[in-house]
């Protein structure tokens, strides 16, 4: 439980630093993300996942 509280509280940390300092970064993506095809966002997505899984086996193994 306490590896899931550190993995949200570094991702709310992450996601605080890009509002912090890059908002217009931010406005801008959520600009463009209706234009992405919605099998671009989904696969993205996958490999975050994939990649993010990579790593904690990575780092546990």
Do not use: C, K, N
Request: charged share 15%; glycine share 12%.
């Amino acid at each position: 439980m306490a590896d899931l509280l550190t993995g949200i509280a570094l991702f709310l940390i992450i996601e605080g630093l890009v509002y912090a300092l890059a908002p217009r970064f931010i406005v801008r993506m959520a600009q463009l993300l209706p234009g992405i095809p919605e099998e671009h966002l989904r696969l993205s997505g996958l490999v975050a996942i994939i990649f993010g899984v990579g790593i904690v086996w990575f780092l546990r193994g």
